[in-house]
């Protein structure tokens, strides 16, 4: 019998494939191969392959990558780049780390950038839009992509949740200059540290990125100096690790799909629960479920019940977006965002669930609400 479900099980990530894990880890430690070795080269090969990018590129995480790619797209000092405050800090401390000044905007009914709300912070510094893909979900990037065309400014995609999200038929991280990803354990593609991504369609952009994650140098095996850069390689074992795991990553969507998809079969009828999309329901969109994330009028009161039936929660960031950190110098009011963040809570979501922990899981919600 069940005790309970922990919101991610750290362990069974390493337990689940132990054997095979142990052999990679093997392979490369023996090899002598711990930095940018021939694992990083096939593991970017396997990624722009999956996301269909011209260039993916792997770097020490998820943060890095967006601090690079906004040095390689020419943002700096005196610019200003929209950010959707529904996301980690690290979203707009890279735009700082770049030079550049976060401005924090409200978020649509799916908590992602509102375009609408966008446009109303364009200035004649801003120079980028940043959506953050939250959850498995891409932003609506229709709607940002013409806002960013009729205002001439360039789109960079914090997709760190969203590796394998569609809209449209078209790959996260591909609807503007540059698109990034983390593989932080809990990642729907986690390894066993921190390790990051990043895609894009521009040569130029790759160019720099290649160079400033290896202290500015031109690329695997070269010794020149083209740029200033730092240290930000993804580190070759986990490069092999995430190699490996790619190969079935659509078995592991496949399998987050699948409990969504009885989540949604269970609590849809809860009037006051508001769900994410059910998979499926929209052609144009392909969800991965990196979380699945609930909103409720009674979220504290939810989130005390399941912790006593030993169901791990979680409330984003802590429970405070970007905006409300006002020691961070933001004064903004965005009623949505926070709207939002008084009702929203992630349930055990990811592809290590047994269908005995999601029914328990299912059985904890609904009995919070007598059913």
């Known amino acids: ?11 069974e990530l390493f337990l689940s494939q132990e054997e095979k894990f142990i052999e990679i880890i093997r392979d490369v430690l023996s090899r002598g191969a711990f930095i940018m070795q021939r694992d990083l080269e096939e593991f970017e090969q396997k990624l722009a392959k999956f996301t269909g990018a011209k260039h993916a590129i792997g770097v020490s995480d998820g943060t890095n990558a967006i601090t690079l790619g906004l040095r ?16 980690m800090v690290a979203t707009p401390g890279a735009i700082v780390m770049a030079g550049a000044t976060p401005v924090p905007c409200d978020v649509d009914e799916d908590g992602l950038m509102d375009a609408t709300q966008a446009e109303k912070l364009i200035t004649s ?18 709607a940002i992509r013409k806002l960013a065309d009729k205002a001439g400014l360039l789109i960079a995609e914090d997709a760190a949740q969203s590796l394998g999200a569609r809209y449209h038929g078209e790959s996260a991280g591909l609807f503007g200059a540059f698109g990034t990803f983390s593989f932080y354990p809990a990642k729907s593609l986690g390894c066993f540290g921190d390790g990051g991504g990043f895609i894009t369609n521009d040569d130029d952009i790759a160019a720099h990125v290649h160079a400033q994650r290896d202290h500015g140098r031109g690329g695997l095996g070269s010794s020149e100096v083209t740029v200033w850069g730092t240290n930000s390689r993804l580190d070759n074992m986990q490069a092999a690790i995430l190699s490996y795991l790619i190969d079935s990553f659509d078995e592991n969507i496949a399998r987050r799909r699948e409990i969504a998809a009885k989540y949604d079969a269970a609590f849809s009828g809860i009037s006051e629960l508001t769900l994410p999309p059910k998979p499926g329901i929209n052609p144009d969109r392909f969800d991965t479920f990196q979380n699945y994330e609930i909103r409720s009028p009674r979220r ?29 110098g933001f004064s903004t009011n965005l009623p949505q965002t926070d709207r939002f963040f008084e009702e929203c809570l992630m349930i055990p979501m990811n592809h290590l669930l047994t269908d005995d922990e999601v029914s328990y899981v299912i059985e904890s919600v609904l009995a919070f609400h007598n059913l």
């Open 72 to 87: 390689a797209s020419g943002i700096g000092p005196g610019d200003e780049v929209i950010f959707s405050s529904h996301t």
């Open 300 to 328: 504290d009161e939810l989130q005390k019940f399941l912790a006593d039936k030993k169901v791990g929660t979680i409330i984003q960031w802590g429970g405070k977006a970007v905006h409300q950190f006002e020691t961070l």
């Open 125 to 142: 510094k801003t120079k980028m839009l940043m959506p953050t893909d939250l959850n498995g979900r891409v932003a609506d990037m229709m």
């Open 1 to 11: 019998m069940l005790d309970g479900v922990p919101f991610f099980n750290y362990k």
